[in-house]
């Protein structure tokens, strides 16, 4: 009958370390070959004087040994099992091979059934976390007063050290209050910056933060455009879009240390306006359809309120588009400048529709001629 070879350690009572050895598996024996160079001869052992075991701590190996074990096998392969029961056939070792074997198969699909639903555990509570992960961020935000975020968007301000002086500051501050003022009750003390930044963008932080870049006011043909965009960051404000983006790129366990935490405190705004500030970079937070839409409604009231023309907002977002595919941005700039603006607030044909039909809701309330 042929035989199988196997790799084993090798346990002698009388030796401090065991050695790699290969084990040939026979029909009445098996012999452990002797090592290359060596001048012992090969170590053999009937199967009427073997007896066989699962070792390890997770009963995931087989030791072999005489009756007087003075040394021992050590398999990591279970397949050794169904080798001695096949070739000690007829023997009390084959029986027991046998049914160790049949154990080591039931373990090894217990474990895979184990493994099985662990993984499933993991697919689960992570698809719970993700579906519910809209509410915990929803949590984290009511959970914010806006007296905490106000600080918070002085925080921010301060460290980017953006312009509240000079004429594009002026400019930004001159429209901003005007709108402001038409605001019914804000929980916000509104700050208005300028930024040297040349790409076209105004974006808002928490807090009443809105920063206008550079690029933008050389862009805007007239301040109807610039209240345009400047109404529609205010609404991301009030409805505290931007709190939310912010949060929503920071991770659960920060927003779980702020959902649990106590009551509000310099530590935690220090705390809160670096994770915000970490989070992602204001300039670049999107929003989802929902807010732009409600962003683009109130901003369009409020432009309305305050003596500016609606209409801009959209001409201005449409000049940007067919600049963009020209290759140029406006005010004369030579090359293509990125828009950071039409990335992260596209103006889609169904926004256009939605503005266009709020501008003519608001004027027909107020006995103004509509749109043509």
Same mark, same amino acid.
């Given at each position: 009958?042929?035989?199988?070879l196997?790799?084993?350690?090798?346990?002698r009572?009388?030796?401090a370390e065991?050695?790699?050895?290969k084990v040939?598996i026979?029909?009445h =024996?098996?012999r452990v070959l002797?090592q290359?160079?060596?001048?012992e001869p090969?170590l053999?052992l009937?199967y009427?004087r073997?007896?066989?075991e699962?070792?390890?701590?997770d009963?995931?190996?087989v030791?072999v040994?005489?009756l007087?074990?003075?040394y021992a096998?050590?398999?990591?392969?279970?397949?050794?099992l169904? $080798?001695l029961?096949?070739y000690?056939?007829?023997t009390a070792l084959?029986?027991?091979a046998d049914l160790?074997?049949q154990k080591?198969?039931?373990?090894?699909?217990?474990e895979?059934?184990?493994?099985?639903?662990?993984a499933?555990?993991?697919?689960?509570?992570?698809?719970?976390?993700?579906? $519910?992960f809209?509410?915990i961020?929803?949590a984290t935000?009511?959970r914010?007063d806006?007296?905490?975020?106000?600080?918070?968007g002085?925080f921010?301000?301060?460290?980017?050290?953006?312009q509240?002086?000079?004429a594009?500051a002026e =400019?930004?501050k001159r429209?901003g209050d005007k709108l402001?003022?038409?605001?019914?009750?804000?929980?916000y003390?509104? =700050?208005?910056f300028a930024?040297?930044d040349?790409?076209v963008?105004?974006?808002?932080?928490p807090?009443?933060?809105?920063?206008?870049?550079?690029?933008?006011?050389?862009?805007?043909d $007239?301040?109807?455009e610039?209240a345009?965009v400047?109404?529609?960051?205010?609404?991301?404000?009030?409805?505290r879009d931007?709190?939310?983006?912010a949060?929503?790129n920071?991770g659960m366990?920060s927003?779980l240390?702020?959902v649990?935490?106590?009551?509000?405190s310099d530590?935690r705004?220090?705390?809160?306006?670096?994770m915000?500030k970490?989070?992602?970079?204001l300039?670049s937070?999107?929003?989802?359809r929902?807010?732009?839409?409600?962003a683009?409604?109130?901003?369009?009231?409020?432009?309305?309120?305050a003596?500016?023309?609606p209409?801009a907002?959209?001409?201005?977002f449409?000049?940007l588009?067919?600049d963009?595919k020209?290759g140029?941005v406006p005010?004369g700039? $030579?090359g293509k400048?990125a828009m950071s603006?039409?990335?992260?607030?596209?103006?889609?044909?169904d926004?256009?529709?939605?503005i266009?039909s709020?501008?003519e809701r608001?004027?027909?309330e107020?006995?103004?001629?509509?749109?043509?």
């Open positions: 009958m042929a035989s199988a196997f790799d084993a350690r090798l346990y009572k009388d030796a065991p050695v790699s050895v040939q026979e029909s =024996r098996l002797p290359p160079d060596s001048l090969a053999e009937d009427g073997a007896q066989v699962l070792a390890g701590q009963k995931n190996r030791k040994q005489p007087d074990a003075s096998l050590i398999f990591q392969e279970r397949e050794v169904a $080798s029961a096949l000690a056939k007829g084959a029986k027991q160790l074997y080591a198969g039931l373990q090894k699909r217990g895979k059934i184990y493994w099985t639903k662990v499933l555990a993991v697919v689960l509570i992570s698809l719970i976390g993700y579906l $519910s809209g509410a961020v929803d935000v009511e914010v806006p007296s905490m975020e106000g600080k918070i002085e921010i301000a301060n460290v980017n050290k953006w509240d002086s000079g594009d =400019r930004v429209v402001v003022k038409c605001l019914d009750k804000p929980a003390k509104f =700050r208005f930024d040297q040349e790409r963008n105004a974006f808002a932080c807090g009443g933060i809105i920063v206008v870049n550079h690029g933008l006011l050389k862009a805007v $007239s301040d109807d610039l345009g400047m109404a529609h960051e205010l609404g991301h404000v009030v409805h931007s709190l939310r983006a949060v929503h920071m366990a927003l240390a702020i649990f935490g106590g009551a509000a530590e705004v220090l705390a809160l306006a670096n915000v970490l989070g992602e970079k300039e937070l999107s929003f989802s929902k807010q732009e839409t409600l683009d409604l109130s901003g369009v009231a409020l432009t309305m309120k003596g500016y023309k209409e907002f959209i001409t201005f449409q000049k588009e067919k963009e020209n140029a005010g700039e $030579s400048l603006l039409l990335s992260t607030h596209p103006m889609t044909s926004r256009i529709a939605a266009r709020e501008i608001l004027q027909k107020a006995g103004r001629p509509g749109l043509h």
